[in-house]
């Protein structure tokens, strides 16, 4: 379409061309589902009345059986019918028409009109509709926006940018909130950037751009995961606008795209240098970046890039402790592990059970006996004990690596507060003790078990069973006793 169609002026009435129009949606269009009134539990009974009339009835019908209704619309209920009527553009302009009768439409309705034609590519009457808005004296920024939305959702471009270049003649300043308005619509559509660019080269020197401007094309870059591009975009931001805290979402964006492309440590100079300049990212910057570091399982560049977030003087909360916590301890790195817990306090965020459980593993599969049993007195003590999970594979590793007394105390502590399941505890501690030969014991811990009605598993009782045997007749007979009663309660 050419600026001048675009340009033209005709009618100051919404056109009757459209009561020739097919009766349904464009067949290219047909997959696509708009918001229906079903889909709104606070819609007006009237408005729901009409929506539904609008879904039911032909549009050369539909005149008459509106004016059979009886109701008389007022500008909220059009309103509500137009917003919920996309899948029934040529039904809702009928509607308009209709209702224009008994109350003359607002901007507002007149604007549903205009997305309403251009989102089903009814671009002629959508451009009809414009017209009358100008005629009206009702047509406003938000109208463009509109179109422009609908030009880029349908990939026509072109005529998105040439609506731009006539907003002029219909009596609009081509301002910066309008290139925005159109940049945002262009990067909201998927590799789109290179339109965006030239639009923007084009304009920048008669628009001056603002720090929303570079923030919709660093967001575009980083959408298309493009390092370079948005290197060259920033730098173009700082020369012409400087540092700002104003400008934080475009810093956002840049620094993510940085991340995201595995420019971390660049990321990291970056966030000094906006630090020197209070431009410092909001918390959600850090918390994406924690996301994408613990998906990437890279701990090395989180130390450095949580220090910097601290310098900035933000406070992260306990999801984020949790997040750096469980990263460390999954590359083993207790020391640091150690180093956050000890710090979370200090900024308001108490850790909880995932915390300690997370940092008792790291130490349990790193076998680090002695910081096993010193961590589980502090996490009784401040009432976070372990989970069973936890449980077992300590009292396992404590076996294993010399320590059987730290193990007994972490069984006798789960006999004494009733935790439970006990079943997978009861049997590693049976195995670790008859492993180093604590035979006597095992006994003594078999009967205990069984009494509370903990069931050993056969396995459990088979190695009993070869350890028992090798020790000579009395031990032999200690077995046989004990596996009289663990058959008899498998009855």
Same mark, same amino acid.
């Given at each position: 379409?050419?600026?001048?169609?675009?340009?033209?002026?005709?009618?100051?009435?919404?056109?009757?061309?459209?009561?020739?129009?097919?009766?349904?949606?464009?067949?290219?269009?047909?997959?696509?589902?708009?918001?229906?009134?079903?889909?709104?539990?606070?819609?007006?009974?009237?408005?729901?009345?009409?929506?539904?009339?609008?879904?039911?009835?032909?549009?050369?019908?539909?005149?008459?059986?509106?004016?059979?209704?009886?109701?008389?619309?007022?500008?909220?209920?059009?309103?509500?019918?137009?917003?919920?009527?996309?899948?029934?553009?040529?039904?809702?302009?009928?509607?308009?028409?209709?209702?224009?009768?008994?109350?003359?439409?607002?901007?507002?309705?007149?604007?549903?009109?205009?997305?309403?034609?251009?989102?089903?590519?009814?671009?002629?009457?959508?451009?009809?509709?414009?017209?009358?808005?100008?005629?009206?004296?009702?047509?406003?920024?938000?109208?463009?926006?509109?179109?422009?939305?609908?030009?880029?959702?349908?990939?026509?471009?072109?005529?998105?940018?040439?609506?731009?270049?006539?907003?002029?003649?219909?009596?609009?300043?081509?301002?910066?909130?309008?290139?925005?308005?159109?940049?945002?619509?262009?990067?909201?559509?998927?590799?789109?950037?290179?339109?965006?660019?030239?639009?923007?080269?084009?304009?920048?020197?008669?628009?001056?751009?603002?720090?929303?401007?570079?923030?919709?094309?660093?967001?575009?870059?980083?959408?298309?995961?493009?390092?370079?591009?948005?290197?060259?975009?920033?730098?173009?931001?700082?020369?012409?606008?400087?540092?700002?805290?104003?400008?934080?979402?475009? =810093?956002? /964006?840049?620094?993510?795209? *940085?991340?995201?492309?595995?420019? &971390?440590?660049? #990321?990291?100079? %970056? $966030?000094?240098? +906006?630090?020197?300049?209070?431009?410092?990212?909001?918390?959600?910057?850090?918390?994406?970046?924690?996301?994408?570091?613990?998906?990437?399982?890279?701990?090395?560049?989180?130390?450095?890039?949580?220090?910097?977030?601290?310098?900035?003087?933000?406070?992260?909360?306990?999801?984020? =402790?949790? /997040?750096?916590?469980?990263? *460390?301890?999954?590359?083993?790195? &207790?020391?640091? #592990?150690?180093? %956050? $817990?000890?710090? +979370?306090?200090?900024?308001?965020?108490?850790?909880?059970?995932?915390?300690?459980?997370?940092?008792?593993?790291?130490?349990?599969?790193?076998?680090?006996?002695?910081?096993?049993?010193?961590?589980?007195?502090?996490?009784?003590?401040?009432?976070?004990?372990?989970?069973?999970?936890? =449980?077992?594979?300590?009292?396992?590793? *404590?076996?294993?690596?010399?320590?059987?007394?730290? #193990?007994?105390?972490?069984?006798?502590? +789960?006999?004494?507060?009733?935790?439970?399941?006990?079943?997978?505890?009861?049997?590693?501690?049976?195995?670790?003790?008859?492993?180093?030969?604590?035979?006597?014991?095992?006994?003594?811990?078999?009967?205990?078990?069984?009494?509370?009605?903990?069931?050993?598993?056969?396995?459990?009782?088979?190695?009993?069973?070869?350890?028992?045997?090798?020790?000579?007749?009395?031990?032999?007979?200690?077995?046989?006793?004990?596996?009289?009663?663990?058959?008899?309660?498998?009855?």
């Amino acid at each position: 379409m050419k600026k001048e169609a675009i340009a033209e002026n005709h009618s100051t009435t919404l056109p009757t061309k459209l009561q020739n129009q097919p009766h349904s949606i464009p067949n290219n269009l047909q997959p696509h589902r708009f918001p229906t009134h079903l889909d709104a539990p606070d819609i007006s009974p009237t408005a729901r009345i009409l929506c539904d009339l609008l879904s039911r009835v032909s549009p050369h019908d539909i005149e008459s059986a509106l004016s059979c209704t009886g109701i008389t619309p007022t500008s909220e209920v059009i309103q509500q019918v137009l917003s919920f009527s996309y899948n029934h553009p040529f039904s809702a302009v009928k509607f308009f028409r209709w209702a224009g009768r008994f109350v003359k439409p607002s901007a507002y309705a007149w604007n549903l009109i205009v997305d309403l034609l251009g989102k089903n590519q009814s671009f002629e009457p959508m451009w009809d509709a414009v017209r009358s808005m100008k005629q009206e004296g009702l047509l406003s920024l938000a109208t463009f926006v509109s179109v422009f939305g609908s030009y880029c959702t349908a990939h026509r471009f072109s005529e998105a940018t040439m609506s731009f270049d006539v907003m002029g003649k219909y009596g609009l300043q081509q301002d910066v909130v309008a290139v925005n308005s159109l940049l945002s619509a262009i990067c909201r559509e998927d590799n789109q950037m290179s339109v965006a660019i030239e639009f923007f080269d084009r304009i920048k020197m008669k628009i001056p751009p603002d720090g929303d401007t570079y923030a919709i094309l660093l967001e575009g870059w980083e959408t298309e995961g493009n390092v370079a591009k948005a290197k060259n975009t920033f730098g173009e931001m700082v020369v012409r606008l400087g540092w700002s805290p104003n400008n934080i979402p475009a =810093y956002d /964006a840049f620094l993510t795209t *940085l991340v995201r492309g595995s420019h &971390v440590d660049e #990321a990291v100079k %970056f $966030l000094q240098v +906006m630090e020197g300049h209070n431009c410092s990212p909001a918390l959600k910057f850090f918390s994406n970046t924690l996301d994408i570091l613990v998906k990437r399982n890279d701990s090395t560049h989180i130390v450095p890039l949580w220090d910097t977030m601290l310098g900035g003087g933000l406070v992260p909360n306990l999801i984020m =402790y949790n /997040a750096v916590v469980g990263l *460390l301890c999954n590359n083993n790195d &207790v020391h640091n #592990a150690f180093r %956050f $817990l000890d710090e +979370m306090v200090l900024h308001g965020a108490f850790p909880d059970s995932l915390t300690y459980n997370m940092i008792f593993q790291c130490l349990v599969r790193n076998k680090r006996v002695r910081d096993v049993g010193r961590f589980f007195v502090e996490m009784i003590k401040n009432e976070w004990p372990p989970t069973s999970a936890n =449980y077992v594979v300590a009292i396992k590793m *404590l076996l294993e690596n010399d320590d059987p007394e730290m #193990a007994i105390d972490i069984w006798n502590y +789960m006999t004494e507060n009733c935790v439970s399941p006990l079943e997978e505890s009861a049997n590693e501690l049976l195995i670790g003790l008859c492993n180093i030969g604590r035979l006597v014991e095992v006994k003594t811990f078999a009967e205990t078990i069984l009494d509370r009605r903990i069931n050993i598993f056969y396995s459990t009782m088979e190695k009993l069973k070869n350890a028992f045997y090798k020790e000579g007749r009395s031990l032999r007979d200690k077995y046989d006793s004990l596996s009289r009663r663990w058959k008899a309660m498998q009855m």
